[in-house]
């Protein structure tokens, strides 16, 4: 085991760049790793660079000092803190719904959701890019899982009208793909499973605090009504930076799910200051709109650059910019060349991405200024100069 595990990721590589150190991670998009110095930072989710915020490590260590830093129970029984209602009232609030229930991960909150929501006699419907979360929930759920293509909407609807599409129907989708930073179509996805009586859920891990004028995500970006979603997803360790997942929608919706899931039933509760750093991290984002217009104009001043110099990053319109360089061994040297240059920024190689599509990942957010983007942009075409040019 240990030597297939060695064979496949060379872990004593000196250029082996995952798993790195982060020693120091402030409010900026500057960080200091595993003694090599001061990097760019150019692959955190921290989408509105709240990461460090005085409001919101305050909240956290007022949380420390009222009850300490765990729950030592799970929610039903010893785990539920007012922090955790006010969380999930926070929420409901902010995705304009009835109720939030949160879970100690995201990938726990898709997981156990979709387990509970739809079973062996069933049918869950997903978008071919969908994250793991949603698809290891799907094959644990036992209901048939169909896949449709990547945001092809007459394919989504054959799906769903196939005769061998039985039981209660779900459709779960990203709002923004993870790898190829692209948005779902929500008004036509939304209006499909009003047409044949299946239940959306939408997975909003990149797309709160990114998507929409003000950050409220998917349906704020369309111009759509609260209740065009019937399950709304979410991750605390995005934009949001502590940890943790939630989903949003009716009560009836939470309060079932609280007692099926057994995510929630069997996990402890969040720990009291994760919960309140992202209690405070809602209201930063409602009372500082600038950090969104920020982001918004990053986006589209980086995309600006990519474009210029050439080079593809698919149909992204969020702040996931994939740059595909093709076969592995080539996203890898070109990831290698930048960090030994100081832009910490990721190679993706198969299978996280298809097989000729490895690329190198990079996220922009609020925090940087024009100024680091255009570091980012001088190392990546120095790197293909060095490295992809001289193959
Ligand atoms: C689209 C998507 N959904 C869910 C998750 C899981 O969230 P968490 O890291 O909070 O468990 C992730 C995290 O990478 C994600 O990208």
Known sequence: MTRNLKTLWPIDDPNYFYLQAIEEYGAGCHVKVNGRGEMLMMGSYSYLGLNGHPR????????????G?????????????????QLE????????????????SGYFANFSTIACLVGRHDTVICDKLDHASIVDGCRLSQARFVRFHH?????????????????RKLVVVDAVFSMDGDIINLPEVSRLCRKHGAWLMVDEAHSIGVLGKTGHGIEEHFGLAPDCIDIKMGTLSKTIPSVGGYIAGTRELCRYVSHESRAFIYSAALPP?????????????????ERVARLHDNVAYFAARLTSAGLSFLDSTTAIFPIIFGEDYRAWDMGTYCQMHNVYIQAIPYPIVPKGTARLRAAVTAAHSHADLDVCMAVIQDAIKHVVARA
């Open 56 to 67: 919101i490590n305050q909240s956290a260590q007022a949380a420390i000092d009222r009850y």
């Open 69 to 85: 830093t765990g729950t030592h129970g799970v929610r039903l029984l010893s785990g539920t803190l007012e922090v955790h209602r």
């Open 89 to 104: 009232a926070r929420i409901a609030a902010f995705k304009q719904v009835e109720a939030a229930l949160t879970f100690s």
């Open 151 to 167: 945001n092809d909407m007459e394919h989504l609807e054959r799906c769903i009208t196939s005769p061998e599409a039985t039981g």
């Open 273 to 289: 200051p994760a919960a309140a750093a992202a209690l405070a991290a809602f209201d930063v984002i409602e009372d500082e709109p």
